[in-house]
């Protein structure tokens, strides 16, 4: 059984079990390991006047701290099963004694001591807050489980360009001009985020604490700080318009704003597309929010919720299936959706395309769904010879004058000629959507030609609006 024994911060923070334990095991001849020399609580080790060996030779030939914390930790175990390791700080918190405690299946004794982040706490004065407490050096793995908040203490922070990369991970969160309390060697200095990487030391003892920032002083925002306004604005000392929305009446927002998000991807406008994805999520925690105060889900319900669909749904990246291509990847999806919505039938798929989906969108959709099921053409060519059956279908109806059975043919024209797209490869509410985009550029041209020949718009002939829109075509091009 090895022994692992926590020094503490300070010369003489040893407790009197592991002042105990250190002169058994040398008395025993016992290795004594200890993992660096350059601490303050190492005098404790020179003091007990033990023989012993530094590791500190270890960090040189050590790439990363992960590596380090296992190369620590492979060295105590080669020591010997009654060896005695020696960390500064708490045990418990040194990470190369989780990685002894992994490595050994938890066969080790620890006996604690002081306790670094204590230290800390005391320094930053967060004593009586709950904070987060983490490594510099697993700050960010720690940053992509969303596990960082404040208060925060990031502790290990012993070297310049190791502050430099902490500096642009915290600024990104938290706002780089956010004030945070620099402690170093028993000393505390204020300083904004961008200047974690301009301080005279960094040592072992160094670390960065930030405090609990109010909603109004913050400059970088979360997916909760969202929710957190929403909910404000609902209250009833918040916004008069707010407090009497429903999802019935804020329902058309969503579709506007999704619309506006695609406006802006077309226009290639970073800027836009920033602020439109605001929009969406805006309205995505809203209706959140609303079934909060009903009680029928939250948002950790609604997260959970997309995590698992994505998890489940790509069953060739997180199960057995397998996918080489995007059509296989998609053909995945369609699959574990027809299982998780419990449609037995491909007719349950068809019906399940929302009915407020855009004509042309549901049109295709619908096709492919029903083409699933082996209900399609063969081929683009079958499909144009079903599209000219309609249109003739629809002359007849045109023809005798019957403007109900006109206007249902009209709609089976539209159907057959989504199909034609569809069997194409072709996307028909984009196609749709940028042949009217070029109609409305083209004709705003041809007007602007016109007047400028003195021509009254309105008088203009078929024919002469059709030689002023392919100048319009010609000048566009």
Known sequence: MITVIGLGVQAGDVTKRGEEAILQAAKTGAPILVRTAHTRSYQSVLDLGVEHTCL??????????????????????????NAVYLVDGAATEDNSVKALSKRLRGKIEIIDGVSKITSIVRLAGFEGCSYTAVSAYELFERAQTGALTLP???????????????????????????VAKYVCAEKVVK???????????????????????????????????????????????????????????????????????????????????????????????????????????????????????????????????SADNESGALNV?????????????????????????????????????????????????????????????FFEALSLGDKDKTEKELGDVLFAAVNVGRKAGCDCEKALKESVDRFAKRFTVAERLALADNKTVTELTESEWDAYYVKAKAELR
Not at 153 to 178: I, N
Not at 192 to 202: E, F, S, V
Not at 232 to 240: A, D
Not at 342 to 351: C, E
């Open 56 to 81: 500190d030779y270890v960090y040189e030939s050590s790439r990363n701290f992960a590596t380090l914390a296992k190369n620590l930790a492979k060295q105590v175990a080669l020591a010997g099963d």
């Open 152 to 178: 925060l203490l990031v502790y290990d922070l012993d070297d310049r360009a190791l502050a430099g990369d902490c500096k642009l991970l915290l600024g990104d969160l938290f706002g780089e001009e956010t």
């Open 191 to 321: 300083t904004p985020l961008y200047g974690l990487d301009r301080q005279k030391n960094y040592d072992y003892t160094s670390a960065v604490a930030i405090a609990e920032t109010s909603l109004l002083e913050k400059r970088r925002f979360t997916i909760n700080d969202l929710k957190e306004i929403i909910v404000r604005l609902r209250k009833p000392n918040g916004c008069p318009w707010d407090r009497v929305q429903t999802n019935e009446s804020i329902k058309m927002a969503a579709v506007e704003e999704a619309y506006e998000l695609v406006d802006a991807i077309d226009a290639e406008d970073d800027d836009k597309i920033l602020e439109e994805t605001g929009d969406i999520l805006l309205q995505a925690i809203f209706h959140t929010v609303l079934k909060e105060e009903t009680g029928a889900f939250t948002l950790t319900d609604v997260m959970t919720g997309i995590c698992d669909k994505l998890i489940s749904r790509h069953t060739h990246v997180f199960g057995k299936d």
């Open 333 to 393: 999806w369609e699959k574990n959706k027809m299982v998780e919505k419990h449609q037995t039938t491909y007719a349950d798929a068809v019906n399940d395309v929302p009915k407020c989906f855009p004509a042309a969108m549901r049109a295709q959709k619908v096709g492919k769904r029903a083409a699933k099921a082996g209900m399609d053409f063969a081929d683009v060519k079958s499909a144009e010879i079903r599209l000219q059956e309609e249109l003739l279908e």
